[in-house]
């Protein structure tokens, strides 16, 4: 009885899983100096002016391996330093955005972000969320701690919206 032994491409498959397996999946496998596994790059094409925020996206990305912008379901940035949101449209398909505790005074740039189902905005220095409005998506919304908030567009908000904390200066008004 002869037994075959496992051709050099047999080895390298069962190399490839036990690294994938192991998680090694994010290095560059080469095999006589030619690449056998190419991990894919992380995703870079965005551009976010806020320094804070432009961090935190970036560190989200390395965290969850995101190789694309639509790979971005959720973002926790909450006690960032935030002050500005734009740039957040070019994730799409985010679902989950907490951003509380940070220096927002403008949310109409999350206009393009239809998907958002929940959105954490406590403690920071919004005016309006009229735009919220127009968001069919949304599920939870936390907005207190916003003590220059608009009670109308709050309170708005909060009948589209089943799961809404409202400032303590709207719900005395309401």
Known sequence: MQVSRPSFTTYIAIALTLMTLTGCDRYRVTV???????????????????HALFICVQQTIEDERITDAEQLKALNCSHAGISSLKGLARFTQL?????????????????D????????????????????L?????????????TALNCAN?????????????????????
Not at 32 to 50: G, K, M, R, T
Not at 116 to 122: G, Y
Not at 134 to 146: D, K, Q, S, Y
């Open 134 to 146: 127009a968001m069919p998506n949304l599920e939870i919304v936390r907005l207190g701690g916003n």
């Open 32 to 50: 006589n100096e030619q690449a056998v596994y190419e991990p894919a790059p992380l995703f870079a094409d965005f551009s976010i002016d806020d």
């Open 154 to 174: 709050a309170t708005a908000l909060a009948k589209l919206v089943s799961k809404t904390e409202l400032p303590t200066h709207c719900k005395a008004g309401s």
């Open 95 to 111: 679902e989950s955005l907490n951003v509380g505790n940070n220096s927002i005074s403008d949310v109409r740039v999350l206009q």
């Open 113 to 132: 972000n239809a998907r958002l189902k929940q959105l954490d905005l406590r403690n920071n220095r919004l005016q309006s969320v009229e735009v919220l």
